[in-house]
């Protein structure tokens, strides 16, 4: 079955330290992995497509399909990053619906 | 322009009532996805429409959920005869040609 887990619910850092939120999945064909961030009292929205292979917000993941992980890294984590990061799975040859991991809030201290 | 618009916001209803719940996507997006997101996990998938067809609800929990999108733009997520279980926020998706979806604000129902 497809699956994509984050095996951290929360991760705490001070301000200025790297970041790697986890991210891994398990899918048999050629999938389409993607960074979603919600913001205290916002809407889901796209961070980054792994198909991109763009920096956004000073954010990167890249897709290892041998340990099947896209992690998301950022190198100085900023208060502002402060959010619920999901990591999501989608299928080409299903209409393009999403499969979801359990998120990670990351809180980033000054 | 205006984004995804999710109505309403919030719903509380008693169990066993039925519940309506309305999607107007982004104008011109083809593909419309249904996500239900219990607290403290991530959405889980319910059902796609590709303009008015519904091309994948197996998602849907139980045969007291319903979707349509009759005219191919806005939708509507039916809950019959609701459930505490069913107590979670709803999110409606849009995309065009892409896989790049929009989302909703969502609807948070509660089940008494």
């Known amino acids: 079955a497809q699956r994509v887990t984050q095996p951290e619910k929360l991760l705490s850092v001070f301000k200025g330290a790297p970041v790697e939120l986890k991210c891994n999945y398990s899918y048999s064909g050629s999938p389409e992995l993607f960074w979603y961030v919600q913001y205290s009292r916002q809407r889901l929205q796209l961070l980054l497509r792994h198909i991109s292979r763009e920096s956004i917000k000073g954010f990167t993941a890249d897709l290892n399909k041998g340990e099947t992980s896209f992690h998301l890294k950022k190198p100085f984590a900023q208060e502002e990053d402060s959010a619920m990061y999901y990591c999501a799975l989608s299928f080409y040859n299903q209409g393009g619906k999403l499969i979801f991991g359990q998120g990670t809030e990351l809180s980033v201290k000054p | 322009g205006a984004g995804v618009s999710q109505s309403p916001r919030y719903k509380v209803a008693k169990r066993g009532q039925d519940v309506a719940l309305r999607c107007d996507p982004i104008s011109g997006h083809v593909s419309l996805f249904w996500y239900q997101q219990a607290l403290g996990q991530g959405p889980e998938f319910l059902t796609y429409f590709q303009n008015e067809a519904q091309l994948d609800k197996s998602g849907l929990p139980s045969d007291r959920f319903f979707a349509e999108r009759p005219e191919g733009s806005v939708s509507t997520l039916k809950i019959q005869r609701t459930q505490q279980e069913d107590s979670a926020v709803y999110l409606c998706?849009?995309?065009?040609?892409?896989?790049?979806?929009?989302f909703g604000p969502g609807t948070r129902l509660t089940v008494l």
């Open positions: 998706a849009s995309s065009s040609a892409g896989l790049k979806q929009f």
